[in-house]
């Protein structure tokens, strides 16, 4: 199910003296099963942009194409597309409502107007796969730690068998250990369930390691895409809209700064290293197996 974004440009409160244009001429190709990464400096259009994908807003001008159909063309449709791409909000948590677990995962299947015994199927599923006891089902959501929150939330989601993920900032404001955990399920999402995937995060760590291709927006506009190692190539231009690289390649830039003959084409530990002992290799002569 191939996204198709031509020429999108997005203007909130046209035609006041507060308008403001969000996207500007937007053109992008996203290929079934892809792992993309959505990286921009605040206010670039990021959130703006993938609230176009299923309908949640309505192009200016331009036009999303979803599995070969216009979003927004036939509002009837629109439960469809919303059903198929599943959009992840930032804070997701708290847009949580119903009075148990298992309500509020099931909300959107019920209004699909499944079968209650296909209800508890995908809701019992989707509690396994973002790592929920069972016996969480029947508690208040209000109760829950915001980390168990949040996954009640993705679950919501998820029960609704999208076939594109989106999620905006997915980690922000929990603790490394809950981060880990919530990227290891979507990691663990898009590989088995081939799911097409779309992670905006600031963490250039996270991005580097999981996606297969980087959108870099600025202004409204994409201004950089490719694979990670592609993008973050590009340290200045990324360094000039006030977004960073890995730390690692950060810290061989400097070795390399201070004379060391080292790549800076690294993008985890394992490479710096790799990196760093080849010109400990290279100093002793090749002698030296330290
Ligand atoms: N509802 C709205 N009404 C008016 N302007 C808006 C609205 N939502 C966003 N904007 C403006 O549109 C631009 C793009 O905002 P958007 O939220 O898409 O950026 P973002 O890349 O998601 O930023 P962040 O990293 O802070 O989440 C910004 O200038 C923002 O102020
Ligand atoms: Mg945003």
Same mark, same amino acid.
């Given at each position: 199910?191939?996204?198709?974004?031509?020429?999108?440009?997005?203007?909130?409160?046209?035609?006041?003296?507060f308008?403001?244009?969000?996207l500007?001429?937007i053109?992008?190709?996203?290929?079934?099963?892809?792992?993309?990464?959505?990286?921009?400096?605040?206010?670039?259009?990021?959130?703006?942009?993938?609230?176009?994908?299923n309908? $949640?807003?309505?192009?200016?001008?331009?036009?999303?194409?979803?599995?070969?159909?216009?979003?927004?063309?036939?509002?009837?449709?629109l439960?469809d597309?919303?059903?198929?791409?599943g959009?992840?909000f930032?804070?997701?948590?708290?847009?949580?409502?119903?009075e148990?677990?298992?309500?509020?995962?099931?909300?959107g299947?019920?209004?699909?107007g499944?079968?209650?015994?296909?209800?508890?199927?995908?809701?019992?599923?989707?509690?396994?796969?973002?790592g929920l006891?069972?016996?969480l089902?029947?508690?208040?959501?209000?109760? $829950?730690?915001g980390?168990?929150?949040?996954?009640?939330?993705?679950?919501?989601?998820?029960?609704?068998?999208?076939?594109?993920?989106? &999620?905006?900032e997915?980690?922000?404001?929990l603790?490394?250990?809950?981060?880990?955990?919530? &990227?290891?399920?979507?990691?663990?999402?898009?590989?088995?369930?081939?799911?097409?995937?779309? &992670?905006?995060?600031?963490s250039?760590?996270?991005?580097?390691?999981?996606?297969?291709?980087?959108?870099?927006?600025?202004?409204?506009?994409v201004?950089l895409?490719?694979?990670?190692r592609?993008?973050?190539?590009?340290?200045?231009?990324?360094?000039e809209?006030?977004?960073?690289?890995?730390?690692?390649?950060?810290?061989?830039?400097?070795?390399?700064?201070?004379?060391?003959?080292v790549?800076?084409?690294?993008l985890?530990?394992?490479?710096?290293?790799?990196?760093?002992?080849?010109?400990?290799?290279?100093?002793?002569?090749?002698?030296?197996?330290?």
């Open positions: 199910m191939p996204i198709i974004i031509e020429r999108l440009s997005h203007t909130y409160q046209k035609d006041t003296p308008q403001v244009e969000a500007h001429d053109n992008l190709t996203i290929r079934d099963g892809e792992f993309i990464g959505l990286i921009g400096p605040t206010g670039s259009g990021k959130s703006t942009l993938i609230q176009h994908l309908g $949640l807003l309505r192009a200016s001008s331009g036009r999303v194409v979803v599995d070969g159909e216009v979003i927004g063309e036939n509002k009837q449709r439960k597309i919303r059903q198929k791409v959009l992840i930032q804070y997701p948590e708290h847009q949580l409502f119903e148990t677990v298992f309500a509020d995962i099931a909300f299947p019920k209004n699909l499944l079968e209650p015994e296909e209800i508890q199927r995908r809701v019992t599923n989707s509690m396994k796969v973002v006891p069972t016996e089902a029947e508690r208040s959501p209000f109760e $829950l730690s980390g168990q929150m949040r996954r009640v939330a993705i679950a919501g989601v998820l029960a609704m068998e999208p076939s594109i993920l989106i &999620l905006d997915p980690t922000a404001g603790d490394p250990r809950g981060r880990d955990e919530i &990227l290891g399920q979507i990691e663990f999402l898009h590989k088995k369930l081939n799911l097409t995937t779309i &992670l905006v995060s600031h250039m760590e996270d991005i580097a390691r999981l996606v297969d291709r980087l959108i870099v927006m600025h202004k409204g506009t201004l895409q490719g694979t990670p592609e993008v973050f190539a590009e340290e200045k231009i990324l360094e809209i006030g977004l960073a690289v890995p730390q690692v390649k950060t810290i061989m830039t400097s070795l390399r700064d201070q004379g060391l003959d790549s800076t084409d690294v985890n530990l394992n490479e710096a290293e790799n990196e760093i002992m080849k010109y400990f290799k290279k100093r002793t002569g090749g002698t030296s197996d330290a």
